[in-house]
């Protein structure tokens, strides 16, 4: 019997590496999605490439000009904050990084994907302990946007008898950075394809993570959890010039 | 006192053309926005300009590739249903030309402008009435975006003290296509200004519409519901050759 097709936001970075890895695991047959949205950390992308193609999974990338809405240090010319601790991110409030409905658009594209290839599954690989205090990346966001993909489309309307309904599986929603380490690493994750920095220097076309932006500090945080060394390159450990 | 942004959806039809007089009307200083989303009938460009100059309102473009997913007459290779009369529109079933996730997606990029804009007022041109059975026209799927926007932003987590909640108008929802013909007469909307044709020949860089998809045969039933000429130009009344 063939697998059924699952969409999987795949941004390139540690979580959405570990989600596919957990559609892989869950008997999914995945598609994973990225977005040129105009970020200006776009080697992202190069490592959603080279995880989907480690996975064996078609990878489509979707262009959107996200810049030309701006509001985000992610899209505009907005300085990405620094800090020296993870206990200096305020999740508590919505950071500069935050990109206007970002996760919005990105599962609203999902859901077209998922309706012409007759998947009733998309996978969104947020979590609410390690992050930065987006509001599209909570619980209750996406128990909305599950509701509003069932009304919006076809099944909404005319159901197939077979058909369930469309499930967004947010499998790392409460699991630390650490968890979600230790989880990929069982899973078979490379994460030395896997890309989180938001303000990375690019050397010889690869990304050399800043150390110090939020994703940066989270994704550290977690590998000194579970005692393991990241084997990606960061510019304050291996002598790479800012 | 300057007046409230507000976003309104504009194809360059005639029905999102009155949502934008509405929006006028309501005392909000909208801003138009269109999509360039890979559709054959992409000639409604011009027109949505064209309404958004006569109105005075700043218009954007965005870019977004839907013909990279298909899955629709309007943005694959596959024809545009023709009639040839109205009654044979049937709206309890979804038709081809149906863009998979097109409304879900279009709001996602109306809210995340919005969002930069300061704005909290979305406008939608859906009606029920005189439709092609799109499941995402319905009053339940705009609610449920509704509630989705107002998890989604930044609004959802601090609300400043003098922000309301976002809404979606739809103020066309319960109205015929007749109606909306006289509402926009009233409101002075240039009728000749929009295009609805989803299959229209370019003549001298003009639409001319085919006068048979449904989108026009709802249109040709407005104009005779109030008695009015439909002042554009069609392919079987003017002699143009199809």
């Known amino acids: 019997m063939s697998r059924p097709a699952a969409i999987v936001l795949l941004s390139g970075g540690l979580d959405s590496a570990t989600c596919l890895a957990l559609a892989l695991e869950d008997g999914f047959d995945p598609v994973a999605l ?17 995880i989907a193609a480690a996975a064996g999974v078609e990878h489509v990338v979707v262009d959107i000009d996200l810049r030309a809405f701006g509001g985000s240090a992610l899209t505009a010319d907005i300085d990405v904050p620094k800090h020296d601790s993870v206990d ?14 970002r996760n919005t658009i990105f599962l609203s594209f999902a859901l077209a994907l998922a ?37 919006a489309t076809r099944a909404g309307v005319a159901p197939a008898d077979d058909e369930g309904p469309i499930v967004v599986h947010t499998p790392l929603i409460e699991l630390t950075k650490g968890e979600i380490i230790r989880r990929g690493i069982e899973l078979g994750v490379d994460h030395r394809l ?19 932006c939020d994703s940066c500090l989270l994704r550290r945080k977690g ?15 291996q002598g790479v010039t800012p």
């Open 223 to 237: 590998f000194a959890e579970v005692g393991r060394t990241d084997p990606i390159r960061y510019v304050d450990e």
């Open 34 to 50: 990225s977005f040129r949205y105009g970020q200006r950390h776009a080697v992202e992308l190069d490592a959603a490439a080279a």
């Open 88 to 101: 200096a991110i305020d999740a508590s409030t919505v950071p500069v990084t935050y990109v206007p409905a």
């Open 115 to 151: 309706e012409v290839r007759g998947a009733r599954d998309l996978y969104l690989g947020v979590n609410t302990l390690d992050y930065s205090g987006y509001p599209d990346c909570r619980p209750e966001f996406v128990d909305a946007f599950a509701r509003l993909a069932n009304l």
């Open 194 to 212: 896997t890309t989180s920095c938001y303000d990375p220097l690019v050397v010889d076309g690869q990304p050399v993570a800043c150390g110090r």
